[in-house]
C-alpha cells in the first residue's frame, strides 16, 4: 500500500525531513501529505520549504484543551488523506481517545534500545549507566510513554570516550537509516 503520512514533530525535524527526502526522492513508497509542528522553530520546518510538502504549526496553548488540539490533528490527517501516522521527536503525549482512531498506525522512534531508558534524555541515561552498545528503536505507540510494541531496532557501539553529544550525533544517523528500513517494510505489508 502506498502510505500516505502524516508527521509529528516538536525538535529539529531531520527525520521528519529524511522521510520526505526519501519520499521524495522515491525510495519508499509513500507521500508526506502534511507535517505538523507544535514548534515554530524548528529547523526541518524551515528546510521543508525547499519540498512542496505541506506543514502546519499548532500550539497546544491556541486550543481550549488536549483534546480539541488533538481533534484539531486528527481533522488536518483526514482531510490530507493520511492513512499513517509517524512521530518524529514529537514531544506530546497522545491519548487514548487518539490513538483508538488510529489502532496501529502511528510509530515513533526513540534514541535508545527500547525497554531501557525510556522518557527524556535516553542518550544521557545510557553514558550514565555506561552501557556498551545503545542505539535506536521504532515501535508502535500506545499510550505510555515510549512503551509499544518494538517494530525494529539498530545497535550502536559506546565508545569509551563517548559523550552525550557524541552518542546523540551517533544514533541520530542510525536513526534516518532505521525509520526508512521500517516505513519501506511497513509499505509492503499493509493493506
Ligand atoms: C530523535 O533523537 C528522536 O529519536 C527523538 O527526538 C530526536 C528528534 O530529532 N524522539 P529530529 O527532530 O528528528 O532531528
Known amino acids: 500500500m502506498v502510505l500516505n503520512l502524516g508527521i509529528l514533530i516538536s525538535q529539529d525535524g531531520s527525520n521528519m525531513l529524511n522521510i520526505v527526502k526519501a519520499c521524495h526522492e522515491k525510495k519508499i513508497q509513500a507521500n508526506v501529505k502534511i507535517v505538523i509542528s507544535n514548534n515554530p522553530d524548528s ?13 502546519t504549526i499548532l500550539l497546544l496553548k491556541d486550543f481550549k484543551n488536549k483534546k480539541a488540539y488533538e481533534e484539531k490533528i486528527n ?17 506530546i ?15 515513533n522512534i526513540h534514541p535508545s534500545l527500547l525497554p531501557s531508558f525510556k522518557g527524556l534524555e535516553p542518550q544521557k541515561q545510557a553514558i550514565q549507566k555506561k552501557v556498551k552498545f545503545s542505539g535506536c528503536t521504532v515501535h508502535y505507540v500506545n499510550d505510555n510513554i515510549d512503551d509499544g510494541e518494538i517494530i525494529d531496532q539498530s545497535i ?31 509499505s509492503k505489508v499493509l493493506k
Do not use: P, Q
Open 43 to 55: 529547523k526541518g520546518l524551515k528546510k521543508l520549504k525547499n519540498f512542496k510538502t505541506k506543514s
Open 75 to 91: 481533522e488536518l490527517f483526514k482531510e490530507n488523506n493520511v492513512n499513517f501516522i509517524c512521530l518524529a521527536g514529537y514531544m
Open 156 to 186: 550502536v557501539k559506546v565508545d569509551k570516550k563517548e559523550t552525550v553529544e557524541s552518542l546523540k550525533k551517533k544514533i541520530l544517523l542510525e536513526e534516518h537509516k532505521l525509520y526508512i528500513s521500517v516505513l519501506t517494510k511497513i
Open 93 to 107: 503525549i497522545l491519548e487514548r481517545d487518539f490513538l483508538e482512531k488510529w489502532k496501529k498506525r502511528v510509530i
